[in-house]
């Protein structure tokens, strides 16, 4: 039987391995932002704005600052929980991301039923029929769902039956007809209606 320290080791790596990884996604996202052709100062102060006005936003941002100094503070920052102001809204990222949330995690539950219960029926029928072409058949369908990125497949999919067939509404969460007929209270349309 394992001893304590043992334990204690595989749990110190496993710890350090999660910082390191986090340290390092962090560095690739940071070092994508910094290295990206577009102008942040440019988005939120325009094209027109005076030269001054883009030296103050530019020193308000940090970004004139050398680029050690500005990850030591986009990881202080990360770590008081401000994730910076989207440049698209103007509004803190948090806020954005709060007030998608819901959606989010209606979106999520619905998906995690529908597989449950669709991954059950599945592999009982599966069961059931071992060895069958519906067998075959399932087994290859899971291993091409679970090879393929979950993104490309949903681009993959609103082609084709949003803009190919028609099949299905377009992406966002409700048409305009339904969007006002329930007051919305939690957030979740489901929960609201």
């Known amino acids: ?12 790596q496993g710890l350090f391995t999660l910082l390191l990884t986090l340290f390092g996604l962090l560095l690739v996202t940071f070092s994508l932002s910094a290295l990206s052709p577009v ?8 094209d027109h704005a005076s030269q001054s006005t883009y030296d103050q936003v530019r020193h308000q941002l940090g970004l ?6 500005q990850f030591w503070h986009y990881l ?5 929980g401000d994730l910076g102001i989207a440049s698209a809204t103007g509004q803190p990222v948090l806020h954005d991301l709060l007030a998608v949330f819901p959606a989010t995690l209606e979106l999520a539950t619905l998906a995690l039923i529908v597989g449950a219960v669709l991954g059950i029926v599945a592999g009982v029928l599966c069961a059931r029929y071992a060895g ?4 075959l058949a399932v087994r290859t369908f899971t291993l091409l769902g679970n090879s393929v990125p ?4 949903g681009l993959l999919m609103l082609a084709l039956f949003y ?22 209270r939690s957030g979740f349309a489901l929960i609201d209606t």
């Open 64 to 69: 004139d600052q050398p680029l050690p100094v």
């Open 39 to 46: 102008d942040r100062v440019l988005q939120i102060v325009g």
């Open 150 to 153: 979950i993104f490309w497949l």
């Open 132 to 135: 069958s072409p519906w067998d």
């Open 163 to 184: 803009a190919r067939l028609q099949w299905a509404p377009g992406p966002g969460r409700l048409d305009d007809i339904y969007q006002y007929t329930v007051e919305p």
């Open 76 to 80: 202080v920052n990360l770590a008081h």
């Open 1 to 12: 039987m394992p001893s304590f320290s043992t334990h204690l080791t595989r749990l110190l």
